[in-house]
């Protein structure tokens, strides 16, 4: 959809280098005009959107100041990183973003050399270019620099935190960008702050500086511990004359900011300047998510990922649902207030997705009952294993592919102690144009090998309700119920809660020549490919629905090992240790060979795209069933 036409400098840049080429003062009008590329194509081709426009003058003068790609540039999360990418020879490109084929919907070193590390999930981005640093500084690349950007929502993070401790304990050059368009580390306060920031932050402050340092060092005047201390002191001092603080006074690493994120020529000037400073710094920008767009800039939460919309009005084209079933992420949440209303003892807990996740509708109606912890998926899970251990009820609600930073947590502070801990994996599957970092195709081959753990996968939205219903029941212990991104197959979709039996599947369909054994919602797609085949080959098949990983269905697993000598498992998960792999070692444990074939997430990384197209990709859809059973 790109129409060169309508930019004067964007369409000449098909690198950084060719941005280097223009003087500061054009930056401004080519911030313009990325700014106005992202909103056209992102209008028709949905993605991350009030993230990206906020850092356009960010990503402009990080390309123009910094010698990219050689000089390391480490995004974190990027959601970010649209402006990024277009910059760096994916202008033209731009339009296949997240498509199938098309480039990657996060910043990937397989796909550009621009892209230093890969950045799917939040919290990263400091302690992977401290690496870099490091490197750079033993390999003798003295003239190589590294940059993170993270924003203020992942340093909840408790990776965030790692990194900045040891980013003052270790000798480095690195310089950290905390991107702040929420919270106000810093007030802005008057000329004095104005003026002791441009001191700071100017070569000849900084050479004198140095200068001063390496005579003392000489002298034996000055140590490393010393050297910290008056770190400290200096940035107390900047803290006590501009009347404000910032938690990183006290970490060794020196401060500068908060600054306008979004005057570009102010901003190339003052990476100049801290271009060529030794030792960690951290630079602190003020910026506006959704800079340059009304409608984002005033709701920023709903522009994140919009949707498609109209350029010109802002009008979001959302799709009509009227009769479709619901979301999977909605019956979790109006059934979660059902629950908590007649149970005061259940909480909600959730990192940083209350509306993804659907626990915003407990929030409102019980904000005092529902807690979101920002990005700590680690810290969620002990939080909520504090809560359980003096009589609680947490529900805590995780994306699976982000319930893998709390996997230790999982086990040391819920499983060992046999807490009543309601994991909720949302998004478990594939999960579509988010790519490899979001699939959530781990969590039965992680969890599954975890004692006391019960792990369940319900095949539609009824069997969701009886499962958060059972899960909160006294005496089951540690509960996890995985579900899919996306919609249910039930429009009646309110069913009374009655107690599930843990450890108990489901014969959904009689047959004598071959049973199918499914867990989760893809039981509803193997469903329609068994029916085809028994038309097909005229065959007879049995239909299992396992509905509990752990603890296994025995007598269900008896039943197919005594009457069938072909077996086929379809999971939407990883086939390596997966649901399979788990009847696999029931048959082999019992003495029953059957041959099994198993179905499911290949022991690959799967890219982007749409959820039918990967379900293709994977044999996983009902053709792929289908020919795995005829065959």
């Known amino acids: 959809m790109n129409n060169e036409s309508m930019y004067n400098l964007l369409k000449t840049i098909d690198s950084p280098q060719d941005l280097r080429r223009l003087s500061v003062e054009e ?53 970010q990183a649209y402006g990024h990418k277009i910059l760096t020879g994916r202008r033209e490109a731009f339009s296949t973003n997240r498509k199938m084929g098309g480039i990657r919907p996060f910043p990937s070193p397989d796909e550009s050399e621009y892209d230093t590390f890969t950045c ?83 070569n000849r402050y900084n050479q004198l500086r ?86 984002a800039e005033k709701q920023a939460t709903l522009w994140h990922a919009p949707g498609k919309f109209n350029p010109q009005t802002g009008e979001r084209f959302v799709p009509n649902t009227e009769g479709l079933p619901p979301l999977f992420q909605d019956v979790f949440g109006h059934t979660l207030v059902e629950l908590a209303e007649a149970n005061k003892r259940i909480v909600g807990i959730t990192p940083a997705m209350p509306t993804g996740c659907s626990m915003n509708l407990l929030m409102e109606q019980m904000p005092d009952r529902a807690f979101d912890v920002g990005i700590a998926e680690g810290h969620a899970v002990t939080f909520s294993g504090g809560m359980a251990k003096d009589g609680l009820q947490p529900f805590c609600n995780i994306y699976s592919s982000f319930m893998q930073r709390a996997y230790d947590n999982i086990i040391h502070d819920v499983a060992i102690q046999q807490l009543p801990v309601v994991i909720c994996l949302d998004r478990s599957g594939l999960v ?21 753990l019960t792990i369940a996968s319900p095949m539609d939205e009824h069997e969701l309700r009886r499962l958060m219903y059972t899960a909160q029941l006294p005496d089951k212990g540690p509960f996890v119920i995985r579900y899919p991104r996306g919609r249910g197959s039930l429009l009646d979709w309110k069913c009374p809660l009655t107690e599930i039996p843990v450890g108990k599947g489901r014969k959904l369909k009689e047959g004598t020549d071959l049973a199918v054994i499914t867990i989760g919602p893809i ?3 193997a469903a329609r490919a068994i029916a085809r085949a028994e038309v097909t080959k005229e065959c007879s098949i049995a239909h299992y629905d396992l509905r509990f990983l752990k603890p296994l269905d025995e007598a269900l697993l008896h039943e197919v090992g005594r009457n069938f000598t072909h077996v086929i ?63």
């Open 210 to 295: 140095f200068k001063a340092s390496r005579v003392l060092f000489k002298l034996g005047l000055l140590n490393e511990e010393r050297r910290k201390a008056l770190i400290r002191f200096g940035n107390s001092l900047k803290s006590m004359a501009a009347q404000q603080q910032n938690i990183f006074e006290g970490m060794n690493i020196r401060y500068f900011g908060p600054i306008d994120g979004h005057n570009v020529t102010n901003l190339a000037r003052v990476l100049r300047d801290l271009k060529e400073m030794g030792g960690p710094k951290i630079l602190h920008l003020h910026t506006i998510k959704g800079k340059g767009f009304g409608p």
């Open 569 to 631: 498992t379809v999971e939407d998960g990883v086939i390596q240790g997966g649901m399979g792999s788990a009847v696999l070692e029931f048959m082999s444990d019992n003495k029953y060979y059957p041959q099994i074939r198993r179905i499911g997430i290949p022991d690959q990384f799967i890219e982007h795209g749409t959820v039918a197209q990967l379900f293709e990709l994977c044999e996983m859809d009902e053709e792929g069933i289908f020919k795995a059973i005829c065959n």
């Open 432 to 452: 579509g144009e988010d790519g490899p970092t979001h699939h959530g195709v781990f969590d039965m081959a992680c969890l599954r090998s975890i004692p006391h």
């Open 120 to 202: 799917g999930h939040a919290s990263n981005a400091i302690s992977a270019a401290l690496g870099m640093a490091v490197a750079a500084e033993m390999k003798n690349e003295h003239d190589r620099h590294v940059v993170a950007v993270i924003g203020d929502g992942s340093m909840s993070g408790g990776l965030a935190f790692e990194g900045l401790n040891n980013a003052s304990a270790t000798p480095n050059n690195l310089l950290i960008i905390l991107n702040d368009n929420d919270m106000s580390i810093d007030r802005s306060v008057g000329g004095m702050k104005q003026y002791l920031f441009n001191l700071t932050t100017s």
């Open 27 to 79: 930056l401004p009008e080519v911030c313009d005009e990325l700014r106005q590329d992202i909103i056209k194509e992102l209008s028709c081709n949905p993605g991350h959107f009030a993230a990206s426009l906020g850092v356009v003058e960010l990503s402009v003068a990080l390309h123009y100041v910094y010698n990219t790609p050689y000089d390391r540039i480490v995004w974190d999360v990027g959601h």
């Open 523 to 525: 039981g509803k797609i």
